[in-house]
């Protein structure tokens, strides 16, 4: 490279594997592949991911197969050889990946290289403790398991110490990190476009439609496991039933826990309250359920998971009421779109929605407060703010050398 030319090439190093596809492509979820497209209109150069190849990719992603070449960024197979690995980053001017003791060599190589590394995080250790505690029963592998998550943390902050930077999706790893990385980006994951907020026209509508008196509607929306918190969905219902609130909750999504939740719904007689509804197409379905027919989402996550689904949500003009972990209770700082109760108080939660019901002025005002906080963090919006903030990194080639 000579002293006039600059690296110019914006690496994606996702945590998603990537398979391949029965055309010759690679096998990658929509949802990562136009997230890289949207880095790609801020990016002042090519955008490229690599991916590190998995025949076995999970059945609930919504997979599709990508053509190098044909798709708006590049994409290659990821070198295992570190060797390789190092000659293949040298090329580029950012990398950015996901904080992961799996990139504890990544952030050596690019040290030793001097590629700047920024580095995305999503769960705070806290968070992690929490899913081991709703996925794991058994005393013993859980100890195990959180023993592990102790020692990856011990590596993510070894990493950190050496990176160029830091995004953080949500506030949890934002707080925690903040003292390692004091140049830290907070986002709000949405893959909802600003074309698509619901509109002053419909919130104004859905607002005298609030205020009708009629029975609250409520919906979550999710996978159906643990870590979301689905078993306390009956629990809220059947508190809400005796608070004597007139009330519908539409329950959408699957997972492992599907059967054992339309189970208890018929065993606590909540059929005619509480209806799972299966898997809705995002765009074509859920957003526009959203807008049309909710008035509350319910959201029993007993861990702060940063899940895209708050502002997702909040941009259809449906606010938030749920259990105060840590991801949520920093929306709710930080948009004023939500009510919080004590984690996992099913008694406590259902108190604040008959609250709701009689005093439906709240639900308008802070539906509006949610919508608002959408507009400020909609795909778009959070996509420039993230590429500026790689583009600050863009390494001096010259200097390099």
């Known amino acids: 490279m000579s002293i006039s030319e600059k690296p110019t090439e914006l690496l994606l190093l996702p945590s998603l594997r990537a398979k391949l596809g029965p055309n010759g492509g690679l096998v990658l979820t929509r949802k990562y592949m136009n997230g890289a497209a949207e880095y790609a209109k801020y990016w002042p ?21 990508y053509m190098p070449g044909a798709a708006e960024t590049g994409l290659e197979i ?73 020692g990856a943390e011990r590596s993510r902050q070894a990493s950190l110490r050496i990176a160029a930077g830091l995004q953080c999706s949500g ?56 870590m979301k918190g689905v078993r306390e969905i009956p629990k809220v219902a059947r508190e809400l039933v005796k608070l004597g609130v007139p009330f519908t909750f539409e329950v959408y999504g699957s997972g492992a826990l599907e059967q054992e939740l339309r189970d208890e719904i018929a065993h606590q007689d909540l059929g005619d309250k509480v209806r799972l509804g299966g898997v809705l197409d995002f765009q074509t379905a859920w957003i526009p359920l959203l807008k049309r027919e909710v008035d509350i989402f319910v959201c029993c996550h007993p861990q702060g998971d940063p899940s895209c689904t708050y502002p997702e949500v909040m941009s259809c003009g449906v606010p938030i009421a749920g259990y105060d972990n840590e991801a949520f209770v920093g929306v709710v700082k930080h948009s004023g779109g939500g009510w919080l109760s004590p984690m996992n108080d099913p008694v406590a939660l259902a108190n604040q929605l008959a609250e709701l019901y009689r005093d439906r002025g709240q639900i308008v005002e802070v539906a509006r407060r949610a919508r608002d906080f959408a507009l400020r963090h909609t795909f778009e919006a959070t996509f420039a703010r993230r590429t500026a903030h790689l583009r600050s990194y863009i390494r001096d080639a010259a200097a390099a050398e």
């Open 78 to 150: 990821r070198p295992i050889d570190p060797e390789e690995q190092a000659a293949r980053l040298a090329r580029g001017a950012v990398a950015l990946a996901f904080l992961s003791p799996t990139e504890a060599e990544t952030a050596r190589i690019c040290q030793r290289i001097g590629l700047p590394l920024v580095f995305t995080s999503e769960y705070s250790p806290r968070t992690e403790r929490q899913i081991i505690d709703a996925e794991v029963a058994n005393p013993v592998r859980r100890w195990r398991r959180k023993l592990w998550a102790a």
């Open 171 to 226: 506030v949890p790893t934002f707080d925690l990190y903040r003292p390692l990385q004091p140049e830290s980006l907070l986002f709000f994951d949405n893959r909802v476009p600003e074309a698509d907020i619901i509109s002053e026209e419909a919130l104004a509508a859905k607002a005298l439609s609030v205020m009708e008196g009629r029975p609250l509607r409520l919906i979550f929306g999710g996978r159906l496991i643990a």
């Open 45 to 65: 150069g090519p955008v490229t991911t690599l991916a590190y190849l998995d025949d076995h990719l999970s059945d609930d992603m919504d997979h599709a197969e």
